[in-house]
């Protein structure tokens, strides 16, 4: 059973808007969340992270929120970059294990 | 520089064979992990350790076999026994902290013919 969900495949958004994407989780266990960045063919590359004992946490252009009521994160990018096209992965641990969702491929229009 | 690298890249085999995918870190991570991606799906665990000598199976560790002599090293063995091996593996490193992050190599393409 999938505990962390990606319900949107895919997202395109115009150079210099915001990008959001979107996880929800199951586990209420769960108590750090990811977000990755990942190319084809390589392998994924840490973007942000955020604990539960928080609410919002911002690095540069990455923003990650955590509604924990819900079981929700987002992570928005702001502004867009064409450099930003990729594939992005959520995922959260409890500490042994770390469980990925399946990947939303943003495409960032020029 | 620190890291984790993963070889080969790329690796065909014949179907029947099998074949052992390397991955070392120097990171002084505790835990490493074995994942495997298919074309537009997610990341699924196969194995993972938390220190030498130790390991787990994750979601889909049939036809896959690893071992943890090294702190350094993970190798992941894809045995003839595993149906479907054609697959982007990944290996992965964290600490055993709490809040702690885990990073990737590369990653190897292995096809099977």
């Known amino acids: 059973d999938q505990q962390v969900k990606q319900n949107s495949p895919s997202l395109s958004v115009q150079e210099g808007r915001i990008s959001i994407l979107n996880c929800d989780y199951t586990?209420?266990?769960?108590?750090?969340f990811l977000w990755y960045k990942k190319y084809p063919a390589e392998g994924p590359t840490f973007l942000i992270s955020?604990?539960?004992?928080?609410d919002k946490n911002e690095d540069g252009r990455f923003t990650v929120f955590l509604n924990k009521s819900a079981k929700h994160l987002s992570l928005h990018i702001v502004p867009s970059q064409p450099g930003d096209s990729a594939v992005y992965f959520c995922a959260s641990t409890t500490g042994n294990q770390f469980y990925f969702g399946t990947g939303t491929s943003l495409t960032v229009i020029p | 520089d620190g890291g984790i690298t993963q070889s080969p890249k790329y690796l065909f085999r014949k179907e029947g064979q099998n074949v052992t995918l390397s991955c070392e870190q120097n990171?002084?991570?505790?835990?490493m992990y074995w994942y495997r991606q298919d074309p537009g799906q997610g990341l699924r665990l196969i194995y993972y350790s938390q220190i030498v000598n130790d390991f787990q199976k994750g979601d889909i560790a049939e036809g896959y076999s690893v071992s943890r002599e090294k702190k350094e090293s993970f190798p992941l063995t894809v045995t003839s026994a595993q149906k479907n091996p054609t697959a982007f593996y990944l290996c992965?490193?964290?600490?055993?902290?709490?809040?702690?992050?885990?990073?990737f190599g590369e990653g190897s393409w292995l096809t099977v013919v």
């Open positions: 992965g490193s964290a600490g055993r902290l709490w809040g702690n992050t885990i990073y």
């Open positions: 955020i604990s539960s004992i928080k």
């Open positions: 586990n209420s266990m769960f108590d750090y």
């Open positions: 990171l002084n991570h505790d835990a």
